[in-house]
Antibody, heavy 129, light 109 residues
Framework: QITLKESGPTLVKPTQTLTLTCTFS??????????VGWIRQPPGKALEWLAL???????RYRPSLKNRLTITKDTSKKQVVLTMTNVDPVDTATYYCVHRKMKLDSRGYYSVHHAFDFWGQGAMVAVSS | EIVLTQSPATLSLSPGERATLSCRASQSVSTYLAWYQQKPGQAPRLLIYDASNRATGIPARFSGSGSGTDFTLTISSLEPDDFAVYYC???????????FGQGTKLEIK
């Protein structure tokens, strides 16, 4: 069973750096195709994809936030870390860690499907002075 | 960047009725489209992936269809537990990124 759990500060001051950690179980980055990402949701608003890291350490970012985001993984600890620099009150949101869907076929190979099948419970982060 | 537009913004129906939710992409996304359900205070739940495949454990009353730019999520007979917000999501090939629609709120009439 796949689980993910976010951890980090609940309150950050403007201009500071936000660091969020996702600790997961039930899968491994040693499996080809694995991807773990971050999605956020401001209060009362829609979902917004932020970043994704692949099993081979390839990293992808939302273009509009690319200069402020860094995603890394620690395979042995089974963690993914997202850092966001120079935060602003508009960054106030619930931040979700997500697993990108993979499916095992009859030949024993995994196929990647570009949807997110497991989500953490979310970490609410407020940016305020 | 591909933009997803969901309609209607709010849909008011009664239990037992059929719900039809729409998601339109600003350019073709092939069948790289997913649907999620979100209830207040909860993380979203994957319902449909690759436009028409139900995720594990999703009841058969949920179905997805479409390809290219026009997609539909259909709930054949609404149950009380189905009233929630629904989001569509697509994968942009280059640069690789994911975008969501603005959501459709399905409320009890």
């Amino acid at each position: 069973q796949i689980t993910l759990k976010e951890s980090g500060p609940t309150l950050v001051k403007p201009t500071q750096t936000l660091t969020l950690t996702c600790t997961f179980s039930g899968f491994s980055f040693s499996t080809i195709g694995v991807g773990v990402g971050w999605i956020r949701q401001p209060p009362g608003k829609a979902l917004e994809w932020l970043a994704l890291i692949h099993w081979d350490d390839d990293k992808r970012y939302r273009p509009s936030l690319k200069n402020r985001l860094t995603i890394t993984k620690d395979t042995s600890k089974k963690q993914v870390v997202l850092t966001m620099t120079n935060v602003d009150p508009v960054d106030t949101a619930t931040y979700y860690c997500v697993h990108r869907k993979m499916k095992l076929d009859s030949r024993g190979y995994y196929s990647v499907h570009h949807a997110f099948d497991f989500w953490g419970q979310g970490a609410m982060v407020a940016v305020s002075s | 960047e591909i933009v997803l537009t969901q309609s209607p913004a709010t849909l008011s129906l009664s239990p037992g009725e059929r719900a039809t939710l729409s998601c339109r992409a600003s350019q073709s996304v092939s069948t790289y489209l997913a649907w999620y359900q979100q209830k207040p205070g909860q993380a979203p739940r994957l319902l449909i992936y690759d436009a028409s495949n139900r995720a594990t454990g999703i009841p058969a009353r949920f179905s997805g269809s479409g390809s290219g730019t026009d997609f539909t999520l259909t709930i054949s007979s609404l149950e009380p537990d189905d009233f929630a917000v629904y989001y569509c999501q697509q994968r942009n090939n280059w640069p690789l990124m994911y975008t969501f629609g603005q959501g459709t709120k399905l409320e009890i009439k």
